[in-house]
């Protein structure tokens, strides 16, 4: 059924710059909402960037805002997250989600709780 892969994962230097892809499949039975998390070791997993397969409205946390753009490739069923300025606080593993589209929606996009599909998770290190 739903199968989401991250790929592009890797280490940059702080300043720079990398793009990671959420390849999908399986997503046919209605609109979803798909999202980048990410988690660093003992911290909680939070939200960092959705976007909605209905219109490709798009939505972001507060600390990436400018920094990291998500977009879809429709004719690839593709996700992806470009990064850029990389800070060492983006180091982290980076999940791609995918959750049908409810009612009431974008509201609580950022809660890891509301998904039901996950990838596997793609290493991000930003360091010197």
């Known amino acids: 059924q739903v199968q989401l892969v991250e790929s592009g994962g890797g280490l940059v230097q702080p300043g720079g710059s990398l793009r990671l892809s959420c390849a999908t499949s399986?997503?046919?039975?209605?609109?979803?909402?798909i999202a980048w998390f990410r988690q660093a070791p003992g911290k909680e997993r939070e939200g960092v960037a959705c976007?909605?397969?209905?219109?490709?409205?798009?939505y972001y946390a507060d600390t990436v805002k400018g920094r990291f753009t998500i977009s879809r490739d429709n004719s690839k069923n593709t996700v992806y997250l470009q990064m850029s300025s990389l800070k060492p606080e983006d180091t982290a593993v980076y999940y791609c989600a995918a959750d049908p589209l409810h009612h009431g929606w974008p509201i609580g996009w950022s809660s890891y709780q509301d998904y039901d599909y996950w990838g596997q998770g793609t290493q991000v290190t930003v360091s010197s």
């Open positions: 976007i909605s397969t209905y219109d490709s409205s798009k």
């Open positions: 399986g997503l046919t039975q209605s609109y979803y909402a």
